[in-house]
């Protein structure tokens, strides 16, 4: 750990010279990132869709006139959990397609010497053998609820290898698996599962009323705490040069049932109602349980952070900043 802790510090210094743009910067895991750099010297620019919208080219172009980033992180997307991209494909597939196209485009204009995108666990295929690693995220069809998000984080990777034959850019992605933590989005419809049922506890506990969840609780996830994923992130944009991506997720071990998850939540906000599990609900994918074999042989010191502890720093943000966060 103590190596980790040296190499980010020694990261920072070397980055001092760098322009670091963070699309999507005020999100999830954006905002994790600009905790972990505040204090650094390099010039950090963390970007909303307030600043510019990234499906606009010109905006976009503009946007990198001004900032002449040298490296981009590239978070930015149109982001939801199961039930958000089973009712909004065609948003999940235009946004995120232009998005990254224009990314893409301007980061080539502007000779950005390291762009890292950003992948998912679920864009990987629904027919597969476990556990994933990053060979296998052309296989085969990704599940059904997701498969615009899937195809269109696909083309990422596509990107990373096609400018790096043609042009030698330095670009690559990760694949996080599923994040939580503080200032994630917590709208009960289109959030993931951590910060929908964090909001749906804190209301049935504040109403005293059932927690609902939605589907059966059986589906497996494995679940990356944002400052953890931010840490590694730093760790990518300057020792990880290639354009092969890389899984970014706790051990397979550490994977848990929604069921799991769910009683963690229920301890962390002290919550004493019934529970109530709603099966006419769809469950989505039942397991994509994915190998951080890679990152181990590269970062094997890395401790991640346990579910138990990162929950209840999720729940306790949420508690203190229910009226600002997003919902
Ligand atoms: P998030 O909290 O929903 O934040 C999304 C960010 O993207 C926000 O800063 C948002 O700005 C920005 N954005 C959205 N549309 C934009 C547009 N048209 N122009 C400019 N900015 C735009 O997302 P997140 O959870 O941090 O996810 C970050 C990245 O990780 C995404 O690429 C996502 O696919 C990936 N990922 C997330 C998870 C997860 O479980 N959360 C898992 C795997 C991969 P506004 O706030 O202004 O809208
Ligand atoms: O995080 P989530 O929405 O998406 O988790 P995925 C869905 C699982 O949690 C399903 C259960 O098994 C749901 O039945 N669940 C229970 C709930 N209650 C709720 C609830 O109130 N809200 C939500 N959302 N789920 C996502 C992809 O898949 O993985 C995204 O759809 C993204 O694109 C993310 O890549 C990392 O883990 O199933």
Not at 49 to 74: A, G, Y
Not at 131 to 144: C, K, L, R
Not at 273 to 294: L, M
Not at 307 to 327: H, P
Request: aromatic fraction near 10%; charge should be positive; charged fraction near 20%.
């Amino acid at each position: 750990m103590k190596k980790l802790i040296f190499l980010i510090t020694f990261t920072t210094c070397i980055l001092a010279k760098e322009t670091i743009l963070v699309t999507g910067g005020t999100g999830l895991v954006g905002s994790a990132i600009a905790q972990l750099t505040k204090n650094s010297n390099e010039n950090w620019i963390f970007l909303s869709s307030k600043d510019c919208d990234l499906r606009n080219l010109q905006q976009t172009q503009q946007l990198f006139e001004k900032h002449k980033p040298t490296m981009v992180i590239h978070l930015a997307a149109h982001v939801g959990g199961l039930y958000r991209n089973i009712n909004e494909p065609v948003n999940f597939w235009v946004n995120n397609v232009a998005i990254n196209e224009n990314i893409y485009i301007c980061a080539h204009k502007y000779n950005v010497k390291k762009l890292v995108s950003c992948l998912s666990t679920c864009i990987f295929p629904d027919k597969t053998q476990y556990p994933i690693d990053e060979t296998m995220v052309h296989n085969g069809a990704p599940h059904w609820s997701n498969e615009s998000y899937a195809y269109a984080k696909r083309m990422l990777d596509v990107k990373n290898r096609a400018y790096n034959r043609e042009y030698g850019s330095n670009f690559t992605a990760i694949i996080p698996t599923n994040v939580y933590g503080p200032n994630d989005n917590y709208n009960l419809e289109d959030a993931h599962v951590i910060p929908a049922l964090i909001h749906k506890c804190y209301l049935a506990k504040k109403n005293n009323t059932a927690l609902t969840i939605a589907g059966s609780g059986k589906p497996l996830r494995q679940f990356i705490y944002s400052t953890d994923l931010a840490k590694l992130i730093l760790w990518v944009l300057k020792n990880y040069n290639t354009p092969e991506p890389i899984i970014l997720s706790v051990d397979e071990s550490t994977e848990v049932s929604i069921k799991d998850v769910v009683n963690e939540i229920v301890e962390a906000m002290d919550f004493k109602g019934p529970v109530i599990f709603d099966r006419s609900k769809p469950d989505g994918q039942y397991k994509k349980t994915a190998s951080n074999k890679k990152l181990r042989s590269l970062v094997p010191d890395f401790e991640f952070i346990s579910l138990k502890d990162g929950m209840k720093k999720s729940v306790e943000w949420f508690v203190e900043n229910y009226d600002i966060a997003r919902k």
